[in-house]
């Protein structure tokens, strides 16, 4: 079992910056991968960015590429989204996901393919 918690969130205006952290419980969350995922009011929940368990491989929807990064520290069981450049369309609560243990370098986008998945942090972008 994994639980995941989120955090980080929260107001900031366009062009600024926010890192998210997403903390899992559990000694399997390194050989999982994990995604960023968004739901905006209204919207459906969305992909945002994956990694990989080694952090060597990871994706991006086209919305934020270029602007989010996504990082892990595994000693940590820590997995970051550095957001830069921020803009109103991108508020939305974000919600971090654990996949599946893997062996290995997989990047899921979909969310049918993730197993666990935190209460989500808010973030709003002021115009």
């Known amino acids: 079992q994994v639980q995941v918690v989120e955090s980080g969130g929260g107001l900031v205006q366009t062009g600024g910056s926010l890192r998210l952290s997403c903390v899992a419980s559990?000694?399997?969350?390194?050989?999982?991968?994990a995604g960023w995922f968004r739901q905006a009011p209204g919207n459906e929940r969305e992909f945002v960015a994956a990694?990989?368990?080694?952090?060597?491989?990871?994706d991006y929807a086209d919305s934020v590429n270029g602007r989010f990064t996504i990082s892990r520290d595994s000693a940590k069981n820590t997995v970051y989204l550095q957001m830069n450049s921020l803009k109103p369309d991108d508020t939305a609560v974000y919600y971090c996901?654990?996949?599946?243990?893997?062996?290995?370098?997989?990047?899921?986008?979909?969310?049918?393919?993730?197993?666990?998945w935190g209460q989500g942090t808010q973030v709003t972008v002021s115009s």
């Open positions: 559990g000694r399997t969350f390194s050989i999982r991968p």
């Open positions: 996901a654990a996949g599946p243990i893997v062996d290995r370098e997989y990047v899921h986008s979909r969310e049918y393919e993730y197993d666990y």
């Open positions: 990694i990989s368990l080694s952090g060597g491989h990871t």
